[in-house]
């Protein structure tokens, strides 16, 4: 056998012999607005479902990244479920400059070929290259990471359920992670992603970073004494926007063609397919999702934790609505262990500080919202759809869901904040702004991206323990540094996941 070259020697050394005799093309030694290929970041994407495709774009407007190969379960259908009826198809189109991309087929198209149509085509276009040089499709990641030797890192974007067994499988295999949020939707399963990652050395992403520039700056002024001592910080979505089913589907419509039912399970134990557990919904289901706070609180809540050094919560309880079902003619409501709630509200407890007690934090869906202090009510202040508020001995802060449009509230009145008092140190809004790629010069040999997996571990502490309490039904009290749930007796277990067969991640 003779032994492997790597990409990156190989094209250094043979540059070396023959650059002296050989004209090399623009597209391999770079130039005016090219890359040469020693210098990209070689990824392989693995999930293609909608929000893959929106996100596609900046991947392949992005010279220095060659995405080479695709993965998805499903080959190629046109059955997603998204937030317009005709986006991700007219987006396709827009990558494609193609106006009657599959005209007249109609529905939310997605899958592998999809994707590699797409990265192929755009390629093709705009760096030169053949489309016969091809972007490589696989339905498992497990035979993509075995075969792919030459890749870089990888992008995860599959349902939550996935994201621990791929990101330990590709950092195991040498590779940066770049992932979308949450980590993992189980707590054992995100703090076993975190060991992988410093074991590994390599660097990792978290997507959900960079979103909410205005709570990095508000949480950065708090922590320096705008309201005095913090008290409360309340955080509310709209969400879901999707269906939260009550009940496990009992029908058994056929697997559609070219979808791996199986290989989307993954560590899953095996159940019957349903649409209902896949594309888009399965943010609704305790096996598969995270329900809305891992939807949307980790980007407005991540840069609050960083900035107001909350670490892990020791306590959590939630309220949550239920549904009812008739059955033999006597309704009653469904004891529910499945799917997460259509609203609930959430309030997590922190260990005391250096300086005395943390504030505690509140979080609300599904229409639910807090109850305003009457000083605040008397001033007519408004309540949003989504938005965030600050409770502290001077008064209070309210803002956007992100940190947008902040105003002072006191018992004296309402306005907005002054420059003086908005005034934050410039590494804020360098560290929490999207213009810049951290993560791809992190892959790249820089410093590591402020969106590393080990600076979200205790946001998704938090969000992994509010689903536990959903689960438990009851007050929860948490040993972080243990992983282990105090009480109730028997929560425990709703921190870890039961893995079939062959599955298991320790």
Request: glycine residues 10%; charged residues 25%.
């Amino acid at each position: 056998m003779k032994p492997t070259l790597h990409r990156r020697r190989f094209l250094g050394t043979s540059a070396a012999v023959a650059g002296a005799v050989t004209l090399v093309p623009r597209a391999v030694l770079g130039g005016a607005g090219q890359v040469p290929p020693s210098e990209r970041l070689v990824l392989a994407h693995i999930g293609m479902g909608t929000q893959s495709i929106r996100e596609l774009g900046g991947l392949l407007r992005e010279p220095r990244i060659e995405i080479v190969a695709i993965c998805d379960p499903n080959r190629d259908s046109h059955d997603y479920i998204g937030w317009s009826r005709d986006g991700i198809m007219n987006l396709i189109r827009s990558y494609l400059q193609n106006p009657n991309w599959r005209r007249g087929r109609g529905g939310i198209p997605g899958g592998r070929e999809v994707g590699r149509e797409i990265v192929e085509t755009y390629y093709a276009r705009e760096r030169g290259r053949k489309r016969s040089s091809g972007v490589r499709t696989y339905a498992d990641f497990r035979e993509l990471l075995e075969k792919e030797k030459d890749l870089d890192a990888v992008k995860v974007m599959t349902p939550d359920h996935l994201h621990a067994t791929i990101a330990i499988a590709a950092l195991r295999r040498g590779l940066h992670v770049l992932m979308h949020k949450p980590v993992a939707n189980r707590l054992h399963e995100a703090r076993l992603v975190l060991e992988s990652t410093r074991r590994s050395g390599k660097q990792t992403h978290l997507l959900a970073h960079g979103s909410a520039t205005g709570n990095a700056r508000l949480a950065w002024l708090l922590r320096r004494g705008l309201l005095g001592r913090l008290r409360e910080i309340h955080n509310w979505t709209n969400r879901p926007v999707w269906p939260q089913y009550p009940e496990i589907p009992t029908d058994r419509p056929p697997i559609p063609p070219g979808f791996e039912w199986d290989l989307w399970l993954g560590p899953s134990l095996p159940r019957p397919y349903h649409p209902h557990y896949t594309h888009t919904v399965f943010r609704g289901w305790y096996e598969f999702g995270g329900g809305s706070m891992a939807d949307m609180g980790i980007y407005s809540l991540w840069p609050v934790f960083r900035y107001l050094e909350l670490p892990s919560p020791v306590r959590a309880e939630a309220l949550a609505s239920h549904a009812c079902a008739i059955h033999d003619q006597v309704s009653r409501p469904i004891q529910n262990d499945w799917s997460y709630p259509a609203a609930c509200t959430m309030r997590f407890g922190f260990p005391d500080g250096p300086e005395g007690p943390r504030p505690e934090l509140f979080w609300y869906d599904g229409g639910m919202r807090p109850r305003y202090p009457d000083f605040m009510e008397a001033q007519g202040a408004p309540m949003g759809r989504e938005g965030i508020l600050f409770l502290g001995d001077k008064g209070a802060v309210l803002a956007g869901f992100h940190g947008e449009n902040p105003r002072l509230y006191t018992t004296e009145g309402n306005r907005p904040l002054t420059e003086a008092e908005s005034e934050v140190d410039p590494s804020v809004t360098a560290e929490w702004s999207r213009s810049g790629n951290h993560w791809l010069e992190a892959f790249q040999g820089g410093p590591p991206s402020p969106g590393s997996f080990l600076n979200a571990g205790p946001v998704s502490d938090t969000v992994n323990l509010g689903t536990v309490a959903l689960r438990a039904r009851a007050r929860v009290e948490f040993d972080p540094a243990a992983v282990r749930v105090v009480r109730p007796a028997g929560a425990d277990r709703f921190l870890r996941r039961k893995y079939r067969p062959g599955w298991e991640l320790g």
